[in-house]
């Protein structure tokens, strides 16, 4: 039965051999303990010594090449022994391995890519290498900096007695808040300002809403719209199903994905070199906390029914409270919807939540004056004002979106059309 | 109390643990005809005999090695070596044989043994006979290693040296052997491994070991002149190290001097000044630093020679350094 002999390890550290001279050629038969080849292994060159009595059918590896240690070098066997389907074998194999070899270095490429975004995101501020403006730097023993830190004492307000202005425990101890002087009874003083340490989170709303403010150009519309119609039905709901309590915002929601089926170009985002339009309608609620803010995203709006929405916004929005959000119940949305109406908000403009292009912001529904038919009637009011990137959505696209809209909350039937 | 020698203290210790054990033997050249070559064994050998008190031909390694094999067998040897410039001929015993046998036989054999003698320099001796190797054997895990800078400690580590069942490299000094201080009539024990807080203040930490001591207590009392009070901490055991009085003391103090004749690279200083740095970095108010001696081989010129080891001046020197006094 003809087999492979294989590149073997002539030294502790070998990974790789040359084959230098081949003291067998083919055809020739051996017996154990001849000198097949002669091998240069990273250190010296080896003898390489038969493990069998055989002949040797194929020198797969000549004189000068390389293997590494596990490859086949030759085959041998009884003389005449067909081969074929072990030099097939080798070949598959052969080919596997670089196909392996290619993976594994797209694995690594796409890994050092994923590793790259980490580091942008996650590196908090005080791990980035320090500024090497050494005029600027405070220079400050590790104690003076604990005890001021305990005592609230911004180091920049002293100055440093060690060498090069190192501040030191002395200094920290010996300062004193300048007392206000008896003339000037400044009603404003910077002794009484807080420096409050920016959270993660704090650091995360800041580089994000700015990114967005920056980067995208705002454009806004806003319109008055009339809620009777939409509270009523909502109310006809509730009547006839006892047990739901959906909340206006479920039904914002909806019909707002609604309206983004009919206008998708308004469901789209910015990428650099291409504008995305999203293949589902994956609205965020801009939900309050007690140190921030965040926007839970209820995803394919367009497949759900209302009383799904508002189930799965409940859940966001307690989760949103309580912290326990995940990443992908955060993140994603395609279009986003800020309520301040609660807080007698009567109209304001919100900032863009990327990949969205677009951000709903909501009012409070007061009763007004409207005219209609020319007459003054009382009816329910809500302004609604739309953010939009200008680099997708132009004016005229962002006006028919809001139209639609209007329509769908004035008349929510016409949803259905 | 009584006002007696490092010499005889050290005489003391040896004679109360010779009669307390019999497998308590001395070995060494010079210890029994001489009396040692310092005195330390005088009348030892009419005392014990020459079975228990050994003459060894000039081989430290091969004395050394005889030390270690009667301590496998059972014995609990003192080797003196006249100096520990002459033990760097006995370190492949030391560190292969005697650190590392209870490791290697899975704990089933121990060494109970002492290595002692006169460490760092002393005067005119140039520099094959002035070296201070305490980090040299403090580098080696499976050894013990003090240096006990006044007669009562070295009374009470040398016993405590004596019983133990490991190997203990035990570091004198020959300016140190004719240095007096007050030894309890009755009989006491150190721990090792225990450091000592020999003066207490507030301001600064001056941690050292062995010799050097009676220079940082010469720096401490010109220091405590100008109203700097110094807290000095002899540490007496170099292994196992008392990181736990270090840290105590930087922390109340927040600066740290290290006094140590060694030389400066690989030190026992430049250890500890690592360990305070990491383990009290929040603590400390300056950048710890290091009297040693230079970083030269010992001149024989006795100026240079002086000029080469720590001294008072330089200690304090460099405690108002970290006092941030003088310069700004």
Not at chain 1, 129 to 158: W, Y
Not at chain 2, 49 to 73: L, Q, S, Y
Not at chain 2, 146 to 167: C, E, F, Q, W
């Amino acid at each position: 039965m003809a087999d492979k002999l294989l590149m073997i390890a002539l030294s502790p550290t070998m990974e790789k051999g040359t084959i230098h001279t081949w003291h067998v050629k083919e055809g020739e038969t051996f017996s154990t303990g001849d000198i097949l080849c002669d091998i240069e292994t990273d250190k010296t060159t080896m003898e390489y010594e038969s493990p069998e009595d055989a002949t040797l059918l194929k020198i797969l590896v000549e004189e000068g090449g390389q293997a590494s240690v596990g490859d086949p070098i030759a085959i041998f066997g009884k003389k005449g022994e067909d081969i074929s389907a072990l030099l097939d074998e080798i070949k598959k194999e052969e080919s596997s391995k670089a196909d392996t070899k290619r993976e594994e270095k797209e694995k690594e490429s796409a890994l050092e890519k994923k590793t790259d975004l980490d580091i942008e995101v996650k590196r908090p501020e005080s791990q980035k290498a320090i500024q090497p403006d050494e005029t600027t730097r405070i220079k400050a023993s590790p104690l003076a900096r604990k005890i001021a830190e305990e005592r609230g004492i911004n180091l920049s307000q002293l100055k440093g007695s060690g060498p090069q202005n190192r501040i030191v425990k002395r200094d920290v101890e010996n300062y004193k808040p300048q007392e206000k002087s008896a003339t000037t009874h400044a009603p404003y003083s910077e002794d009484s300002d807080q420096r409050i340490p920016l959270s993660e989170k704090r650091r995360i709303i800041a580089k994000r809403l700015s990114e967005s403010k920056y980067s995208a150009p705002h454009f806004y519309l806003r319109v008055q719209v009339d809620m009777t119609r939409l509270m009523e039905t909502r109310k006809r709901y509730h009547e006839t199903h006892p047990d739901a309590k959906t909340s206006l915002n479920a039904w914002l929601i909806k019909l707002s994905s609604e309206a983004l089926k009919k206008h998708p170009e308004v469901n789209s985002g910015w990428d650099t070199d291409a504008l995305i339009r999203f293949g589902n309608v994956h609205i965020g609620l801009a939900v309050a906390q007690e140190d921030g803010l965040i926007t839970p995203v209820v995803k394919s709006v367009e497949y759900k029914k209302i009383a799904q929405v508002d189930h799965e916004l409940q859940e966001l929005i307690e989760k949103a409270k309580n912290n326990k959000l995940s990443p992908e119940e955060y993140t994603g949305a395609t279009f986003t919807i800020s309520n301040l109406g609660a807080w007698g908000i009567e109209e304001f403009t919100a900032i863009i939540n990327p990949p969205g292009s677009a951000i709903l912001a909501l009012g409070a529904i007061e009763k007004k004056p409207v005219v209609i038919n020319d007459e003054i009637i009382i009816r329910p009011m809500m302004s609604m004002t739309l953010s939009c990137d200008h680099r997708v959505i132009d004016g005229a696209t962002g006006a028919d979106f809001m139209k639609t809209l209007k329509a769908y909350i004035e008349d929510p039937a016409l949803a259905l059309t | 109390m009584a006002l007696i020698t490092y010499r005889e203290a050290l005489r003391q210790a040896l004679k109360e643990e010779m009669h307390r054990d019999k497998n308590v033997i001395l070995l060494g050249e010079e210890v029994a005809q001489y009396n040692g070559a310092y005195k330390v064994s005088k009348g030892l050998l009419d005392e014990f005999g020459e079975e228990r008190v050994i003459d060894t031909p000039i081989t430290e390694e091969g004395f050394t090695g005889v030390a270690i094999g009667a301590a496998i067998a059972g014995m609990r040897p003192v080797v003196e070596w006249m100096t520990f410039n002459f033990s760097i001929q006995a370190m492949d015993q030391v560190f292969n044989n005697a650190a590392k046998m209870l490791y290697m036989s899975g704990g089933q054999v121990n060494i109970p043994i002492v290595f002692r003698g006169p460490n760092g320099p002393a005067e005119y001796l140039a520099s094959q006979h002035s070296q201070a190797l305490a980090s040299v054997y403090a580098h080696f895990p499976g050894l013990k290693v003090v240096s006990p800078a006044t007669p009562y400690d070295a009374k009470g580590l040398l016993k405590s040296a004596i019983r133990d069942d490991n190997p203990v490299v035990f570091m004198e000094a020959e300016l140190m052997y004719a240095w007096e201080g007050d030894v309890p009539e009755e009989e006491y024990l150190i721990e090792i491994g225990k450091a000592d807080l020999k003066k207490e203040g507030d301001d600064v930490s001056i941690i050292t070991f062995g010799k050097p001591l009676k220079i940082v207590t010469e720096a401490a009392e010109i220091l405590e002149k100008r109203g700097i009070h110094a807290d000095i901490l002899d540490l007496r055991s170099l292994r196992p190290l008392d990181e736990e009085a270090i840290l105590k003391t930087v922390k109340k103090t927040n600066r740290a001097v290290i006094v140590d004749e060694s030389w400066p690279v690989a030190s026992m200083a430049s250890y500890i000044g690592w360990f305070i740095s990491h383990k009290a970095f929040d603590f400390l108010d300056a950048p710890v630093e290091l009297v040693t001696s230079e970083d030269v081989p010992m001149p024989y010129n006795h100026t240079l020679e002086l000029a080469a080891q720590p001294s008072v001046d330089k200690i304090v020197q460099a405690v108002q350094k970290v006092m941030y006094i003088g310069e700004a």
